[in-house]
């Protein structure tokens, strides 16, 4: 016993912890910075700050569907390029692109300038998720991939829970540090710079993220993660299996693109609540979702991957019933998190479910695809929100979602590998 606790001191293990080691701890801290900013701050502000500046929700729709288009273009090229450059290396390149793009967004008020500004933010996003859960494998054991891919799905969460609390305060102390309001708030003319000066500040912290990474590099960690192989290799790829595979993410992008974009307008439409309000709904949600995939290995325990995640896609689906028809602020709350938090179950489960279903060779290419299928679903649900919103109302499009989840849900039951 004491020569296995050795080898696994020397090979970084944090004590009798499964799925932690020192590289994990450092790929954990450039998370932390990475979801604070981006998803956190950066997301909370820019409805707002698009509204601020007169553009109304069909514009603003439109602009968050731009990304998912550029992530969808990208895609298979970025697998391709993952394993020949390396996948530490495009993680580095990319969140510096999105820190880039998350400030010129910030810098504008250019509709054409903010578009293109977006859609090089899909681009770089869809870059940064392709070749983060093949370099997440190399870290751990294959064991250890479902807590490791749990505590990086609590640190993520919980890091946008605090980086949307941060993120609803941000405007008013900028504008109190810039010496243009007092503290009883902000006046409309100022709110386009205070939200501004907020977001820039979002995209220099987006920047500092990648320094665990660099120091990741100096301890030998190349993460590489899937094999080198060539334009040549990609002939003999499984296509039909990882295109069946990853159908589920479709469905996870349709849900997921008729609500993240626009819970901060959601919540605002539905009760009237200030900026600084929205900012903590939002934050608790993310706090869920954080704090309920732990569950995910007892969940597994007894049903196996796929049959967890069909189940808790079930659940979830309720839950958006729940607020579809929640008419208080309290119980809207309840079951706005409930709901999120179920269906972010998926995101620690389904990815080393995916990963660990083929060979390291394709690993690469299963994310890339993962994240074409997952871009056209988001593209689709952000395009349309506009129109649906004027058609049906938002509550509907709530009951909307509770059906795209249950399809979710059944898609992994369908789809998964059997082992």
Known sequence: MRAVARMRLRAGHI?????????VLLFLCHSLLFHIALLGIADILLNFY???IGYDTATISLLQSLPRLSGFLIGLPIGLIASRVGNRRLILLSTAGIALSVALTALTQSLPIIAISRFFWGACFGANQVVKPPFMVTLTERSEHTAQFSYHNLVAMLAVAIGSAVGGMLPLLASQALSITGAAGMKPEEMPLAY???IIGA?????LSNAPILVLGRQGADGAGAERTGFGGWRSTPWPLLIRLTLPLFVFGLSGGLTFPFFNLIFREFFGIADSAVGGVIGLGWLAMGLMPLLNPFVEARLGRAGALTALMLISAAAFVGLSWSSGLALAIVFYALAIGLRNTM????QPMLMDSLNAA??????????????????ISTFC???LQSAIGTRNIMLL???LVVLNGLAIHVTAKRR
Not at 15 to 23: D, F, I, K, T
Not at 203 to 207: E, F, R
Not at 347 to 350: A, G, I, N, Y
Request: glycine share 12%; charged share 5%.
């Open 401 to 403: 979602v509770a059906f």
């Open 203 to 207: 995209a220099i912290v987006l920047l």
């Open 347 to 350: 995101q620690p489960l389904f």
């Open 15 to 23: 004590g009798p912890v499964p799925g932690l080691n020192g590289r």
């Open 196 to 198: 501004r000066a907020s």
């Open 362 to 379: 394709w690993h690469n290419v299963a994310s890339s695809i993962g994240l074409v299928m997952w871009n056209i679903g988001w593209f």
């Open 50 to 52: 698009l509204v601020s």
């Open 385 to 387: 929100f506009g129109f």
